[in-house]
T-cell receptor, first 109, second 114 residues
């Protein structure tokens, strides 16, 4: 069974701080996706990383896929209250998406 | 264009009852997937339907079933509800069958089983 572990489970920071959330697995994934989910809504895709070692940037968000394609990280620079939400990583495995439990991020102004 | 729509938004049932949840994909999307998201956890894959045929099934009991209609909308049925079935049920649509296709999620149906 492919599992994705996310850490930390919960993060509460002040506006302007930097943060990193992690997504780790013992399994290799052909690709890994990051989503953000806000209360009362479904997850929204932020990025897909495919190549080991790949780094993608989306404004203040930087996503990295591990060289062995087993882990990934999301770094947010100068967090803003609008970044508040549940961040989920999902790996493509066996023709289905396997999601981690998520990291709840709260950015206080 | 409208996104993925799901109905109802909220539902309260009692143990042993049956429930039907509905999903309308984005226009032009032929694939619909269903996920269960229990509070505090990530979504867990239940089914994928493409061109009206089941293309994938997660580790859920036979009480869970689904179907896709000619207009690509879909229903998820759950029989003999248990308390543990209380969750947010998410529907996602994509253009093609492959899991690498971008999936667009609806807002979900929140089911409470008492």
């Amino acid at each position: 069974t492919q599992l994705l572990e996310q850490s930390p489970q919960f993060l509460s920071i002040q506006e302007g701080e930097n943060l990193t959330v992690y997504c780790n697995s013992s399994s290799v994934f052909s690709s890994l996706q990051w989503y953000r989910q806000e209360p009362g809504e479904g997850p929204v895709l932020l990025v897909t990383v495919v190549t080991g070692g790949e780094v993608k940037k989306l404004k203040r968000l930087t996503f990295q896929f591990g060289d062995a394609r087993k882990d990934s990280s999301l770094h947010i620079t100068a967090a803003q209250p609008g970044d508040t939400g549940l961040y989920l990583c999902a790996g493509e495995g066996g023709n289905k998406l396997v999601f981690g439990a998520g990291t709840i991020l709260r950015v206080k102004s | 264009d409208a996104g993925v729509t799901q109905s109802p938004t909220h539902l309260i049932k009692t143990r042993g009852q049956h429930v039907t949840l509905r999903c309308s994909p984005i226009s032009g999307h032929k694939s619909v997937s269903w996920y269960q998201q229990v509070l505090g956890q990530g979504p867990q894959f239940i089914f994928q339907y493409y061109e009206k045929e089941e293309r994938g099934r997660g580790n859920f009991p036979d009480r869970f079933s689904a179907r896709q209609f000619p207009n690509y909308s879909s229903e998820l049925n759950v029989n003999a509800l248990l308390l543990g079935d209380s969750a947010l049920y998410l529907c996602a649509s994509s253009l093609g069958r492959g899991i690498q296709e971008t999936q667009y999620f609806g807002p979900g149906t929140r089911l409470l089983v008492l």
